[in-house]
């Protein structure tokens, strides 16, 4: 008895092809989605550095606006439109009643063409203690 030692080598065209599809797909869905969570994780540092501040515990929403403008300035955040204005729509103090410090939190939202009408869509709202130092 002969054994056939003939095997399959290699990936066919049509496997090839859906290969590098998939890559593609993956690629742009990623390349969409960078410059969105880049604006994330800019406004989280902001926020995070604002509230690391002596003078927030006891500031008001219009000085924190400000500290947050030159933050986003700093940081390159086209996110929410660098002004004092348009920060404080975007934003909230919590003050809580049980003696903990308050809370700054922002809210906004960013979208990014993926292609053609079809959009992807950011929902951001994350919240920081003002601690201070």
Known sequence: MRKSFHNQSGISFL???LVLGLIAIMTLFALRLFPLYTQKFAVITSMNTVAARPEVVSGSKQEIAKLLEK???INS???IPNSTR???K??????HKDGSPPTLQIFFEMDNVLV???FLKLNFQHEVPLTGP
């Open 77 to 79: 955040v086209t996110a």
């Open 116 to 118: 053609a009408d079809i």
């Open 86 to 88: 348009e920060i404080r």
């Open 90 to 95: 975007h934003m909230k103090i919590i003050k």
């Open 15 to 17: 496997g090839l092809v």
């Open 71 to 73: 933050n986003f300035s």
